[in-house]
C-alpha cells in the first residue's frame, strides 16, 4: 500500500514537473493580451516618432538655409530709410589762408545736418522694409530711372561737391565778402517723363550723364545760355539738340519733342533735370567732410552751419536744430526727397526744430508731422531770409550783412 502511495505519488510529482516545463517554455504568442498590448505601447510610438523625424528636420533645414540665404543674397530692391542727423561745424576744416582772414566760434547748439539711407537690400531687408512704415522699398525703375547705380553714385557725388560750394558762395556772400558764381554745362541728371511719352520725348531719346551742347543750331556752352533760347518755344515744338554721350566722346544728334512742365503749364522744358555744375570763385575755400554722402539736400544746413561758425553769437539760441533743404545762389531753399526718414532721424536726436522745404508737397509736411509728434516742431522756410528770421524770433543772434570787417 504505502509502496503504491510512493508510486502514485511520484507520478503526480512527475506529471506537475512535467507541466512545469511546459509552462516555462511557451512561445510568445501564448503571452496574456495584458503583457502583450504593454509591450504594443512602448514599441508603436517610438516607430512614429521616427517616421515624423526625418521630414521635420529637412523642413527646420529647409527654413534655416531660406533664412540665411534671404539674409545675404542682395535682390534689386533698394531702401529709404532714415539715416543720421549729425553736426556740420565738427566736419568743418579751414586752411590757413582762410584762418588768416576769419575767426571761428564756438556754438553750444552747432546746426544738424540729416540724411536718409537708400542701400541695396536683401529679401530679408525687403521683407522687413514693407513691414516698417518708415521705410520705402523702391525697385530698380523707382530708384534709378533710366540710369544704372554707378552713374546716379557718381550724379550724386557732384551734386554734394556743387552743395557745399554753393553753401559757402551764399554764406559769404551773406557776410560782405567778395564771390562770384557762374553756370556750367548742361549735364543730365534725371529725365521727366510723361505717362504716356511720345515717341520724340526727352525721356526716351535721350540718358542721365548725357551733355547737351547745342539747342536747334545754337551753341550752349553752359546751362544759363538756355534759358533765354527755350522762352520762345512751345510745348509740342520738335527741336534738334546735340549731345555728347555720357558713354562717349563723340557729339550726336537727336531730334526731341518739347513738352509742358508738370509745375508750371505756361512753361514749356525740353524735359530734362539739369545736373548742378555750378562754379564759384571764393576768397577761401571752407572744408566740408562728407564721406561718402550724395546729393544736395544739405544746402540748408551747411549755410546755416558756416555763418553760425563765422559769427559771434547763438544761431539758434541754444536750441538743437536741423535743417535739410537745397540752396540756391539767390539764397531760395529748394525741395528734397525723403522728407519722411530724415525727420524720424532728427526726432531720435532729441532736437526740437527742423527747418524743411516749403516747397515740399503739403502731403509730404503733413507726414513729416506726424512723425514728428509734439516735442519736435516742423517749420517750413522758402529761403535763407526766412530761415534766419525763425532762428532769431526763437531766440538766436541776428546775421547781418557787415557781420565781418573786412
Known sequence: ???????????????TVSDMSIDTTTTPSSVSPT?????ETVIAPRQRNMWWALPLIT???LITGAMITSAVVKINYWEVAPGSAEQVASRFTFDKQALSQVTRYKTSAPILFVTAYGSKLTALDA???VLDPDVDVLNREEKFGKSTPSEQRRLGFQAMATTKQIAEYVALRR???????SY??????RLVCEDAPKPLSACLQLDPGDTITAFDGIEIPTLSDLMPIIADYSPGDVVEVTITPHKSEK????KIELMVSPDDPNRTIMGVWPADTRKVDLPFEVGINTDLIGGPSAGLSFTLALLDELTPGELTGGLKVAATGTIDGDESIGAIGALRQKTVAVKATGATI????SSQTAEELSAARRVAGSKLRIIPVANLEEALSVLKELGGSAISNDAIEL
Open 1 to 15: 500500500m504505502l509502496s503504491m502511495m510512493i508510486a502514485l505519488d511520484l507520478t503526480v510529482t512527475s506529471k
Open 354 to 357: 527742423f527747418l524743411v522745404p
Open 175 to 181: 557776410l560782405g565778402y567778395d564771390v562770384s558764381i
Open 59 to 61: 523642413i527646420v533645414w
Open 184 to 189: 556750367g554745362a548742361l549735364i543730365i541728371e
Open 35 to 39: 503583457v502583450a498590448a504593454e509591450q
Open 127 to 129: 521683407l522687413i522694409g
Open 251 to 254: 557729339s550726336v544728334k537727336k
